[in-house]
């Protein structure tokens, strides 16, 4: 009898052993799958931005990043807005703002009511960009001057709706020189100061 116990015993030791070594193996091939996956998203972002880093360990460092940024875009539900890869993917909050925000608001601002007159028009029924009056977004790169672009392009928007005439400005003209005006150049900087610079 103890000697049929122990058979049964052991079969039933064996038969755990092996459903466990079979669950493992196909968990590890789905993690490996999910790996690759991961990988293959990672060679895409490189590629598609002409990513390239000087060592194997910032190269793991922005992966690691990428990954985290990855995941919250996986993971997003808000329907209110979407979000992707970008060529930002593998910085963090952090370094994307030191490095590509640069407005600093002014606690004591006041505004001076302007009003322009154009006739003939109403908001609902023109698309400014389909006209050319509003410019497509353009990349900063690494210098904190958002400021300088916004200021620029609402000035070349204003120009352009109120002369019919369509220009381009420089917002390095706005970083290099307006400091006396309060601006930082890459360090920040405000509209309204830019504004006084062009006035």
């Given amino acids: 009898m103890s000697k049929s116990i122990f058979i049964i015993a052991a079969i039933a030791l064996f038969a755990s052993a092996a459903y ?4 493992s193996s196909s968990s590890s091939l789905s993690q490996s799958s999910a790996d690759q996956d991961f990988i293959s998203e990672w060679n895409s972002f490189k590629t598609t931005y002409g990513k390239e880093y000087k060592s194997f360990d910032i190269e793991v460092y922005r992966l690691n990043i990428f990954k985290e940024n990855l995941m919250k875009v996986r993971n997003h539900k808000d ?29 004591n601002r006041t505004f001076a009511e302007s009003r322009v007159q154009v006739q003939n028009l109403t908001a609902s029924n023109i698309n400014w960009t ?20 916004s200021a620029i392009s609402a000035i070349e928007s204003a120009y352009a709706v ?18 006396k005006f309060g601006n930082a150049g890459c360090q920040g900087g405000l509209m309204d100061n830019a504004f006084d610079y062009a006035e």
Avoid: H
């Fill in 79 to 107: 329907t209110s807005y979407t979000v992707g890869i970008n060529e930002f993917s593998d910085l963090t909050s952090d370094e994307f703002v030191s490095m590509y925000l640069g407005y600093r608001a002014s606690k």
């Fill in 162 to 179: 109120y002369k019919n005439v369509q220009v381009k400005l420089s917002e390095e003209q706005l970083v290099q020189c307006s400091s």
């Fill in 130 to 149: 389909a006209l050319g009056d509003v410019q497509p977004v353009q990349n900063q790169g690494q210098c904190g001057s958002c400021w300088a672009f």
């Fill in 20 to 23: 466990l070594m079979v669950d």
